[in-house]
């Protein structure tokens, strides 16, 4: 992990307090996703699949675009020589690119459920719990990554 920050500046402060908004909302749509998952097929409300689907891609472009666009360029800009940290950004990034590919294809599977063309409820399980799992490491990796840089506890 990245040594911490000796200085917090209030700019890194308001990122990282817009970092936790952001995740705050993927923690929640994961919620959401695990609970449509757990209520396949016969309990699960086709509303809120629907509000799922319109909803996971624009939540998790939301969160990279402000990581990729504000977040990262600070950090590296407040420690351009840490290799460490330029590796862990590097990975995170890949992980982005993977999330929003598989963002696309939930929203387009949740669809297709509710409309009644996917049939296939373990797929469409596993796909939910997948990305969900995966968010949550991922979300659970940023915040002791940030905390870590802060020099704060979460
Ligand atoms: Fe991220």
């Known amino acids: 992990m990245a040594e911490p920050f000796q200085n917090h500046s209030r700019e890194m402060i308001h990122l990282y307090e817009k970092l936790n908004l952001h995740l705050n909302a993927q923690t929640l749509l994961c919620n959401q996703l695990e609970t449509i998952a757990d209520e396949l097929p016969r309990r699960v409300d086709n509303q809120q699949c629907l509000l799922a689907a319109q909803k996971v891609y624009p939540v998790v472009m939301a969160a990279h675009s402000f990581e990729e666009n504000e977040l990262f360029p600070a950090l590296m800009k407040a420690d351009p020589s840490n290799a460490h940290l330029a590796t862990t ?8 690119w993977e999330d929003e590919s598989f963002a696309h294809e939930i929203s387009d599977t949740l669809k297709s459920f509710v409309a009644g063309r996917e049939k296939n409820i373990d ?3 596993y796909m939910l719990r997948g990305f969900f799992e995966g968010l949550r490491r991922h979300i659970a990796f940023e915040k002791e990554m940030l905390s870590s840089l802060l020099g704060e506890a979460t």
């Not at 950004?89 to 982005?96: A, M, Q, T, V």
């Open 89 to 96: 950004i590097e990975r995170l990034h890949g992980e982005h």
């Open 123 to 125: 797929k469409l399980s």
